[in-house]
């Protein structure tokens, strides 16, 4: 076995291989090709589901922003009877944009003219409940995001200053005492070097306790600043994140609108496409029903041209006058009898309608083209539709 038999062998244990698994009905199903209906549907199933979703998300973000807001309120009863006010109008909002959305698209798939008040609704209940969906999730956001984290800035600022309250307290409390000594000394002593020494106490005390007060501010400035700090860039990172999730509200909000567009759109595909197949089973009807009149003309024509030759035959007999007289007019009348009885039509009952007719063909079953196509009709179960030729 030479080289070129080796490979064609190993090529063949190759291909036995891929025809015994079923790699070609994977093949032959993948690239079967699918109707408008079947290969869009997932989209479509997507889009139906995300515009339904995205009211439910919209009213949710905009009830938690009035939720937010109601918190600045000082008096529960405000606070009740305004979230409960804004809960209602949103919810009525929400349905109203999702009704308007059904008119307006449906409208402009079906090319018909779009109502202007169902425009104008649509409009301004969009543009409302963007405005209300972007802010809520501007604020909302940014409270999650930066609440709890100011709160442990300030937390760590108190904890802090009381560290350096309780840092300083003891020499604060050990100077003023040394002043208030001094301050003693020199009311009650008459001594000239105890008031020296008193007044010079008291001064090193006064400078003392200026530096350890000055160096107590020190560290609460340092405090207030680092928590200042803190919370701008907390804020900062709060603010970005706050914009970016109202940045994805408001791509919601386009995707909703993209999504009504391409439900409608999907529907009229499938619309058009029913009818598209209904149209050419229509056509193939009537193509057979035009083959099978064709074959019964191509019949007709068949007999007619079997029945010409005796017509013929009985001219030239009657032209013929010659031999026995008797004889030729016997076998003359015997013709026309023949040709009466083959050109006379035959009786018979029709196939749809029992109704008596006069057959003009071998074959024919029906009194008539009407009774044909009708009961075409019945053994199809549907209709037959076909233009007449020009």
Known sequence: ??????????????IDTIESSSIYDFAKEKLKPKSFAE?????????????LAYHFISLILAIIGT???SNTLNNIFYQIAFLLFCVLLLTVIELIKSSSSNTVFSQLIRKDKITKISLIILSLTTIFSFCTSVYSAKIATYSLATNSKFSNIDSLQNTKLDSVNSLFATQISSLESSIKASQNT??????????????KDLKEAQNALTNVLESKQNAINSITDQTQKSTKTTGEKGLEIAYFIAFIIALFELFNLASYYYYFYYLRGCVLESELIKNENVESEKN??????????????????????????LNEEKKQKIGFQMNNENVQNDLVKQQNNSNSFTTDSCENCSKEYDRKT????????????????????????????S
Request: proline share 1%.
């Open 67 to 69: 939720w937010i807001y």
């Open 288 to 313: 057979d029903l035009v083959t099978t009149s064709l074959n019964d003309l191509a019949q007709d024509k068949q007999i007619q041209t079997f029945v010409e030759p005796q017509k013929v035959f």
């Open 1 to 14: 076995m030479n080289f070129f038999q080796i490979i064609k062998k190993s090529n063949q244990n190759e």
């Open 39 to 51: 290969s869009n549907k997932i989209i479509y199933s997507v889009s139906n589901f995300f515009s």
């Open 362 to 389: 071998h074959n024919q079953r029906f009194c008539s083209t009407e009774c044909r196509k009708e009961k075409w009709e019945k053994e199809k179960g549907k209709k037959l539709h076909f233009k007449a030729r």
């Open 186 to 199: 020199l009311n009650t002593t008459k001594t000239n070097w105890k008031i020296n020494v008193a007044n």
